[in-house]
């Protein structure tokens, strides 16, 4: 990719609410978009991704969707918890073209209690 | 076995020193990444070995020197760092260059 931006860079939630994270990419080319968790003294660790095949992806209570069109994807996390504070980051790549990926600046996502 | 093996989790090394991180993983992957992160901004790609051969290099000072002894090995040679040079240092595979990237927990890095 080129340029990714993301937003918020700070997300604050209740427990139990939903929390939404949205990503923008300037490469029309991608088509590769991967979501990475990074907790504290961690390195970042790949929760979800997309291809630009399909329009949404969901893995519990995880959800990825994509809108080719307007270039942005979307990160749901329903039913937050505790545990699922962390700092979350999108990337764009061209998968299995070689080419390496472009991260967003990163969200710090915090659940509380 | 799905883990990138990063040693050591931290380093304090001065100006002078010269010192090493190494990386490992044992999923048959054939690119090695190394990243440098700085706190509160996405990791930064420095360099990309494919098929144990270094191939991509983003414009990273000599200081620091890659190595590639073999698939499941990478390491990352330090010498006359400077301070600014304190980050959080990842290492990542995937199965190809470009593929779905697996990161390390990373060597957290002081430079005094």
């Known amino acids: 990719g080129e340029n990714v931006e993301q937003h918020p860079s700070t997300l604050s939630v209740q427990e139990g609410d939903s929390a939404v994270i949205k990503c923008t990419y300037s490469?029309?080319?991608?088509?590769?978009f991967p979501w990475y968790k990074q907790e504290l003294g961690k390195g970042p660790q790949l929760i979800i991704d997309?291809?630009?095949?399909?329009g949404e992806k969901k893995d519990q209570r995880i959800a990825v969707t994509l809108n080719k069109t307007a270039k942005h994807f979307s990160l749901h996390i329903t039913e937050t918890q505790p545990e699922d504070s962390a700092v979350y980051f999108c990337?764009?790549?061209?998968?299995?073209?070689?080419?390496?990926?472009?991260f967003g600046g990163g969200t710090r996502l915090m659940v509380k209690p | 076995d799905t883990e990138v093996t990063q040693t050591p989790k931290h380093l304090v090394m001065g100006m002078t020193n010269k010192k090493s991180l190494k990386c490992e993983q044992h999923?048959?992957?054939?690119?090695m990444y190394w990243y440098k992160q700085k706190a509160k901004k996405p990791p930064e790609l420095m360099f990309v070995?494919?098929?144990?051969?270094?191939?991509i290099n983003e414009s990273v000072p000599s200081r620091f020197s890659p190595e590639c002894p073999n698939s499941s090995l990478l390491n990352l040679h330090l010498h006359a760092l400077q301070p600014e040079d304190s980050a959080l240092y990842l290492c990542?595979?995937?199965?190809?260059?470009?593929?779905?990237?697996?990161f390390g927990s990373g060597t957290q890095l002081s430079v005094l």
């Open positions: 070995y494919s098929y144990e051969k270094l191939s």
């Open positions: 490469d029309s080319a991608s088509n590769y």
């Open positions: 990542a595979s995937s199965s190809r260059p470009g593929e779905k990237l697996f």
């Open positions: 997309i291809r630009s095949n399909v």
């Open positions: 990337a764009d790549g061209h998968y299995n073209a070689g080419n390496m990926l472009t």
């Open positions: 999923m048959g992957h054939r690119a």
